[in-house]
Nanobody, 124 residues
Protein backbone atom coordinates (compact mmCIF):
# COMPACT_ATOMS: atom_id res chain seq x y z
CA UNK A 1 0.00 0.00 0.00
CA UNK A 2 1.00 3.60 -0.67
CA UNK A 3 -0.27 6.53 1.32
CA UNK A 4 -0.38 10.01 -0.19
CA UNK A 5 -1.04 13.21 1.74
CA UNK A 6 -1.44 16.54 -0.02
CA UNK A 7 -0.96 19.94 1.52
CA UNK A 8 -0.49 23.55 0.48
CA UNK A 9 -3.88 24.48 -0.88
CA UNK A 10 -5.61 27.72 -0.01
CA UNK A 11 -7.35 30.86 -1.18
CA UNK A 12 -5.34 33.19 -3.40
CA UNK A 13 -5.95 35.96 -5.91
CA UNK A 14 -5.52 35.71 -9.65
CA UNK A 15 -1.85 36.05 -10.57
CA UNK A 16 -0.62 34.65 -7.26
CA UNK A 17 1.39 31.47 -6.73
CA UNK A 18 0.95 28.38 -4.58
CA UNK A 19 3.03 25.26 -4.04
CA UNK A 20 1.30 21.98 -3.36
CA UNK A 21 3.11 19.10 -1.70
CA UNK A 22 2.38 15.39 -1.78
CA UNK A 23 4.07 13.28 0.89
CA UNK A 24 4.29 9.61 -0.06
CA UNK A 25 4.78 6.73 2.35
CA UNK A 26 4.46 2.99 2.34
CA UNK A 27 5.52 0.66 -0.47
CA UNK A 28 6.56 3.21 -3.03
CA UNK A 29 8.91 2.39 -5.88
CA UNK A 30 11.35 4.36 -7.99
CA UNK A 31 9.45 3.06 -11.02
CA UNK A 32 6.22 4.75 -9.98
CA UNK A 33 4.80 7.70 -11.81
CA UNK A 34 3.40 10.46 -9.63
CA UNK A 35 0.63 12.63 -10.94
CA UNK A 36 -1.43 15.64 -10.03
CA UNK A 37 -5.08 15.80 -11.02
CA UNK A 38 -7.77 18.35 -10.26
CA UNK A 39 -11.51 18.37 -10.09
CA UNK A 40 -13.56 21.53 -10.28
CA UNK A 41 -17.08 21.57 -8.91
CA UNK A 42 -19.45 19.88 -11.33
CA UNK A 43 -16.67 18.74 -13.66
CA UNK A 44 -14.72 15.57 -14.34
CA UNK A 45 -11.36 15.01 -12.69
CA UNK A 46 -8.63 16.04 -15.11
CA UNK A 47 -4.92 15.45 -15.51
CA UNK A 48 -2.59 18.30 -14.54
CA UNK A 49 0.98 16.99 -14.45
CA UNK A 50 3.07 13.85 -13.94
CA UNK A 51 6.65 12.90 -13.10
CA UNK A 52 8.55 9.72 -12.37
CA UNK A 53 10.49 9.14 -9.17
CA UNK A 54 13.54 8.50 -11.33
CA UNK A 55 14.40 10.37 -14.54
CA UNK A 56 13.36 13.93 -15.19
CA UNK A 57 10.59 13.41 -17.71
CA UNK A 58 7.62 15.60 -16.92
CA UNK A 59 4.21 15.84 -18.49
CA UNK A 60 1.68 18.66 -18.37
CA UNK A 61 -1.84 19.43 -19.46
CA UNK A 62 -1.92 22.14 -22.11
CA UNK A 63 -3.94 24.36 -19.79
CA UNK A 64 -1.08 24.60 -17.26
CA UNK A 65 2.03 24.44 -19.45
CA UNK A 66 4.34 27.33 -18.73
CA UNK A 67 2.59 28.14 -15.43
CA UNK A 68 2.84 24.95 -13.36
CA UNK A 69 5.95 22.93 -12.58
CA UNK A 70 6.01 19.44 -11.12
CA UNK A 71 9.11 18.32 -9.23
CA UNK A 72 10.14 15.77 -6.66
CA UNK A 73 12.47 15.32 -3.72
CA UNK A 74 13.34 11.64 -3.59
CA UNK A 75 14.97 11.85 -0.18
CA UNK A 76 11.79 13.33 1.28
CA UNK A 77 9.51 11.16 -0.87
CA UNK A 78 7.63 14.30 -1.74
CA UNK A 79 6.25 15.56 -5.03
CA UNK A 80 5.53 19.25 -5.54
CA UNK A 81 3.34 21.25 -7.85
CA UNK A 82 4.46 24.84 -8.16
CA UNK A 83 1.58 26.87 -9.54
CA UNK A 84 2.29 30.35 -10.84
CA UNK A 85 0.10 32.94 -12.53
CA UNK A 86 -2.98 31.30 -11.10
CA UNK A 87 -6.32 31.93 -12.76
CA UNK A 88 -9.86 31.60 -11.43
CA UNK A 89 -10.31 28.59 -13.72
CA UNK A 90 -7.58 26.79 -11.75
CA UNK A 91 -9.98 26.61 -8.82
CA UNK A 92 -10.44 22.94 -7.95
CA UNK A 93 -9.62 20.19 -5.51
CA UNK A 94 -6.13 18.99 -6.38
CA UNK A 95 -5.28 15.34 -5.94
CA UNK A 96 -1.96 13.55 -5.85
CA UNK A 97 -1.85 10.05 -7.36
CA UNK A 98 0.65 7.21 -7.82
CA UNK A 99 0.87 4.83 -10.76
CA UNK A 100 2.59 1.44 -10.53
CA UNK A 101 3.66 1.34 -14.15
CA UNK A 102 6.75 2.31 -16.13
CA UNK A 103 4.72 4.18 -18.74
CA UNK A 104 3.03 7.48 -18.00
CA UNK A 105 -0.73 7.79 -18.05
CA UNK A 106 -2.79 10.97 -18.38
CA UNK A 107 -6.00 9.21 -17.33
CA UNK A 108 -7.16 8.95 -13.74
CA UNK A 109 -7.99 5.29 -14.35
CA UNK A 110 -4.28 4.65 -14.80
CA UNK A 111 -3.43 5.54 -11.21
CA UNK A 112 -3.55 3.13 -8.32
CA UNK A 113 -3.32 5.30 -5.22
CA UNK A 114 -4.85 8.66 -4.39
CA UNK A 115 -4.56 11.30 -1.73
CA UNK A 116 -7.52 12.98 -0.07
CA UNK A 117 -7.14 16.21 -2.05
CA UNK A 118 -6.45 19.82 -1.19
CA UNK A 119 -8.65 22.76 -2.15
CA UNK A 120 -7.24 25.57 -4.29
CA UNK A 121 -9.43 28.61 -4.76
CA UNK A 122 -8.39 31.49 -6.99
CA UNK A 123 -10.42 34.67 -6.74
CA UNK A 124 -10.62 37.14 -9.66
Amino acid sequence: QVQLVESGGGLVQAGDSLRLSCQASGRTSSNYFMGWFRQAQGKEREFVAAIRWTYDNTYYADSVKGRFTISRDNAKMTVYLQMNSLKPEDTAVYYCAARRQLVVSLAQQGYDYWGQGTQVTVSP
